[in-house]
């Protein structure tokens, strides 16, 4: 049964470039939740996808964007880098269902010079 | 202040100690309590998973929720060095949004 699985596992870019990257939620969920976590910290809910749309949105510019495509499978889109979004960012599923928990990927580690 | 509120240690103990890890929040919203583990290098791994207050025992972890005090605990018995890692406290009001703690790193000696 595979997990989450991200790509790509590290990315480096310079400062006011755009990236993307990619989720694929574990088998049998339905929904796709974003988070920024940054060195010594806790993960930042940065939006919520599910039936393609998005949901529900963190205390982020509109720089961040996402997409959600028909099977599940999920994208974020950064735009103008800047030094201040260099992180980890992770990606997590669940389904819709109230009790259901998240489970995470291992992330995408970006760093922004 | 924030939502949710966690010791960052560093915390170091013995191996087969008890060790207690513990969070504070404000919202009294919330309904949803987890506990995740997090390896360098790698995603939060869901240990436990809680509705509203109680108590949870899953082998060497029991995770207990005090909504009346707004605190939440994790307490792992016989500790080993493979528990060594970030452990993330986190809740919901329900299915969407979670709020994390910044996470208390935890050392276990031989």
């Known amino acids: 049964d595979a997990g989450v699985t991200q790509s790509p596992t590290h990315l480096i870019k310079t400062r006011g470039q755009q990236v993307t990257l990619r989720c694929s939620p574990k088998?049998?969920?339905?929904?796709v939740s974003w988070y920024q976590q940054a060195l010594g910290q806790g993960p930042q809910f940065i939006f919520q996808y599910y039936e393609e749309e998005e949901r529900q949105r963190g205390n982020f510019p509109d720089r961040f964007s996402g997409h959600q495509f028909p099977n599940y499978s999920s994208e974020l889109n950064v735009n103008a880098l800047l030094l201040g979004d260099s992180a980890l960012y992770l990606c997590?599923?669940?389904?819709?269902?109230?009790?259901?928990?998240?489970?995470f990927g291992n992330g995408t580690r970006l760093t922004v010079t | 202040q924030k939502e949710v509120e966690q010791d960052p240690g560093p915390l170091s103990v013995p191996e087969g100690a008890i060790v207690s890890l513990n969070c504070t929040y404000s919202n009294s919203a919330f309904q949803y309590f987890m506990w995740y583990r997090q390896y360098s290098r790698k995603g939060p791994e869901l240990l436990m998973y809680?509705?509203?207050?109680g108590n949870k025992e899953d082998g060497r972890f029991t995770a207990q929720v005090d909504k009346s005090s707004k605190y939440i605990s994790l307490f792992i018995r016989d500790s080993q060095p493979s528990d060594s890692a970030t452990y993330l406290c986190?809740?919901?009001?329900?299915?969407?949004?979670?709020?994390f703690g910044s996470g208390t790193r935890l050392s276990i000696r031989p």
């Open positions: 997590a599923s669940s389904h819709r269902r109230r009790d259901s928990p998240l489970h």
């Open positions: 809680t509705y509203s207050s």
């Open positions: 986190a809740m919901s009001e329900g299915a969407s949004k979670i709020i």
């Open positions: 088998s049998g969920h339905d929904t």
